[in-house]
């Protein structure tokens, strides 16, 4: 397929880029402390702008080091010395003919309270004293507990309306603080002018600041920045006004704007901006001067549909740019879950958009853009929407460290994994298994010119990820394990079906090296009843071992796999009870992909029992033993479906370990993990084979 518009020229405004392909500000948490540009930022963007990438929005970038820090690790445009450090990563990702957009960004509400006031000492001292930051992240559960106590400043808003999910003591910003806000963004805007970038992008959208004065849910105010729609649009429309008088007609200004904030999809019709008003914004934004609009939807109340989990279809909001696209005269970006240029090119062609977003994908394949080019589209490692980016960014931003990517190991370690050490001499590494761990250490083998030879068992790659694709909605799992084998084949490895390795087997191939990643299996846990004949494991039911429909079925065990399967089985007529021996459901799951399945196992009417063990299981019955009084009770039930975890199959590494030196076990086989640390095992274990 040629892509003729997705690789043609597009202008936003002055600026012409060369092609539609644009990384929007998806913050990965990589900048200094002190909100210049680290290397290894500069880095990450370089990857993507060296391999063809048309247009790069930065990550979210602070106006205000008050009340306006959104993370410890982003970027910032408050200070004049922010200037030459910015100018320096412009002027590198410019040498790759990449134009660059700097995203100015408050976080309002959605703020953390712990960052209102103490960020400017704390960036100050660490400024003067480096190894500050390894103590000060030493003081951050301490300081969440604190937290709790509502002793701390109050994040800020237009009105006193707090985030339910960030849920901090909000106050309502003063006029006086409103328009010295409005200076900030402007000031922000000339620095992006002055250190050589392109123009810049306003966020008014996934719940921050600027969407939360135009949002008549959260914007409440008397005065003349709050009411009606002109009011609330005043703060945005005096930013823009300031930016044009400050920097000229000629520096481009984007707007990301949330046309829906969808509340009627978690049950609040008629609340917040809903699309018809959201067009309407983005017409007066065209008529303020605006060069481009960047469609996207949402707040943190609403993530799932701004931030999808695997379940949503790709171009699922596509409607939201072309309902924008269809009132105004200027160029439209959007993301729209977009997941193959043959998605991005035709949307393109349908006139949805003039520019395809790709934040997501791009963190799984910084080259995209030159496979795309290049012809070679089957190469490139597709985003399978498994949320592993965000739910990581959550965790290791309380620890100074960025988020991490389930398909690509590389991310953040662009320099230290740049150049591929090529010393294999075609010496053997037999692998066993042809899961994820597995196939990614069979693709940096045969790139360092090894030859894996890879010993699987079964007819087919995947390993427990050709379980995990099975319930409803799981499809696009199978694109992790599908490029993963397509690119261990590319690199030269032989991958040998239905073969069960022995030692010797494996002797028989005079490897330089084994690698063990054979893997996990469910557990059966040591209960009376559980070897009855209708007791199964999840897996039993995932690969169509067991089927069941129109039964009474109790799942043991509410983490996401238990979940995922009740959903098969309830899709398949039976009736659900899912028990929890902890006081919630799935506990430890990542919010968003409980927040996805949930309403759906409702929708089914499964039942759900928390605090209650499993005792005993008879012919036609479980019996639960409550944690917390020790009282039993029992439940009726056909068949009993075991999801209580998985124990990994290091027997064969075991008895593999005394008959070769260079043995290594990775992924579930040494540690039960997710995909994210199986395909990084591989990859580390290959990547330092010596």
Request: glycine share 8%; hydrophobic share 40%; with cysteine.
């Amino acid at each position: 397929m040629p892509y003729k518009l997705l690789l043609s020229e597009g202008r936003i405004g002055s600026v012409t880029v060369r092609n539609r392909v644009v990384l929007p500000p998806l913050e990965v948490g990589m900048a200094n402390f002190d909100g210049t540009p680290s290397e290894q930022l500069i880095n990450y963007y370089e990857a993507r702008a060296k391999d063809g990438l048309g247009l790069l929005i930065t990550g979210i970038t602070r106006v205000n080091e008050y009340h306006g820090a959104g993370l410890p690790r982003q970027l910032a445009m408050t200070s004049d010395r922010h200037i030459k450090p910015f100018a320096r990563m412009v002027e590198r990702l410019h040498v790759h003919g990449t134009k660059v957009f700097c995203q100015l960004h408050h976080p309002g509400r959605q703020s953390n309270s712990l960052m209102i006031g103490s960020w400017p000492l704390m960036e100050r001292i660490g400024r003067i004293w480096p190894g500050y930051w390894k103590f000060f992240f030493k003081l951050v559960p301490a300081a969440e507990k604190f937290a709790k106590t509502g002793l701390v400043p109050a994040v800020v808003a237009p009105s006193a309306v707090a985030c339910e999910y960030s849920r901090q003591k909000t106050r309502a910003l003063s006029v006086r603080e409103v328009k010295s806000l409005i200076q900030d963004f402007i000031q922000a805007a000339r620095r992006v002018q002055l250190a050589g970038g392109d123009g810049v992008e306003l966020h008014a959208a996934h719940g921050y600041l600027i969407q939360q004065f135009l949002s008549p849910h959260t914007n409440r105010r008397p005065d003349e920045y709050g009411g009606s729609f002109e009011n609330r649009m005043r703060f945005i429309l005096e930013i823009i006004s300031g930016i044009r008088t400050l920097c000229g007609p000629d520096f481009p200004i984007v707007v990301r704007l949330a046309v829906d904030e969808y509340y009627r999809f978690i049950g609040k019709p008629g609340q917040g901006i809903e699309l018809d008003q959201g067009v309407e914004m983005a017409v007066r934004l065209e008529q303020a001067g605006v060069d481009a609009m960047d469609v996207s939807s949402a707040n943190y109340e609403t993530m799932n549909y701004w931030l999808e989990p695997i379940s949503f279809e790709p171009g699922w909001r596509k409607n939201l740019a072309r309902a924008v696209k269809e009132k105004v005269g200027i160029p439209v970006l959007a993301a729209n879950l977009i997941r193959s240029p043959e998605q991005a090119e035709e949307q393109l062609r349908e006139g949805f958009q003039d520019f395809v977003c790709l934040g997501r994908p791009h963190l799984a394949d910084p080259a995209w853009t030159r496979k795309v080019r290049e012809g070679r589209e089957q190469d490139i490692k597709r985003c399978i929407s498994c949320l592993w980016c965000f739910e990581s960014f959550l965790a290791n931003a309380v620890k100074g460290e960025p988020l991490e990517c389930a398909v690509n190991p590389r991310l953040g370690r662009e320099r230290e994994t740049a150049e591929t050490l090529k010393n294999g001499a075609g010496r053997v590494v037999v692998i066993i298994g042809a899961g994820p761990a597995g196939l990614s250490a069979a693709e940096i083998l045969g790139l360092r010119g090894f030859q894996p030879i890879v010993l699987e068992k079964n007819a087919f790659v995947g390993g427990q990820l050709q379980l995990a694709n099975k319930p409803p909605k799981k499809e696009k799992i199978s694109w992790c394990f599908t490029d993963l084998y397509h690119a261990a084949l590319k690199n030269g490895a032989e991958i040998r079906f239905n073969i069960k390795a022995t030692p010797q087997s494996v002797r028989d191939l005079n490897p330089y090296a084994v690698i063990v990643a054979a893997g996990g299996s469910a557990v059966t846990p040591s209960i009376e009843g559980a070897g009855l004949s209708h007791v199964c494991t999840v897996t039993e039911v995932l690969d169509g071992t067991v089927q069941l429909k129109n039964k009474r079925v109790t799942v043991i065990g509410s983490g996401m796999t238990g979940l995922e399967t009740a959903e098969k089985l309830a899709e398949d007529g039976n009736q659900l009870l899912v028990v929890e021996m902890l006081d919630q459901i799935a506990p430890g799951a990542h919010f968003q992909n409980l927040d996805d399945v949930l309403p759906r196992l409702k929708k089914y009417q499964a039942n759900f029992i928390t605090s209650h063990k499993l005792i005993k299981i008879t012919a036609d019955a479980v019996i639960l033993e409550n944690t917390a009084t020790g009282r039993r009770r029992e439940e009726k039930t056909d068949h009993v479906v075991l999801a209580v975890g998985v124990r990994s199959n290091d027997k064969l590494a075991l008895e593999l370990a005394p008959h070769f030196p260079r043995l290594y076990t990775i992924g579930d086989a040494r540690k039960v993990g997710r995909i994210a640390q199986a395909v990084r095992d591989g990859f580390d274990t290959a990547w330092k084979l010596v």
